[in-house]
């Protein structure tokens, strides 16, 4: 699973970006305790949706 700095450095943003657009922009993130997580291949299904 993906942290935060994971998915912002594979966007090639700022992890602040994630963090203030994950659910406006419905990033497949899950939250695991405090953090949240997201599958790899939920967030290539993701960045394909996005075209």
């Known amino acids: 699973m993906l942290g935060v700095d ?4 594979y966007l090639g943003r700022p992890s ?6 994950w659910r406006p922009l419905k ?6 305790g405090r953090t949240l997580r ?3 291949a ?3 299904r993701w ?3 996005q075209n």
């Open 16 to 21: 602040s970006w994630v963090y203030e657009n």
């Open 27 to 32: 990033i497949p993130f899950r939250k695991i």
């Open 6 to 9: 994971d998915v912002a450095t």
């Open 47 to 49: 960045i394909d949706q």
């Open 38 to 40: 997201c599958r790899p």
């Open 42 to 44: 939920d967030l290539e």
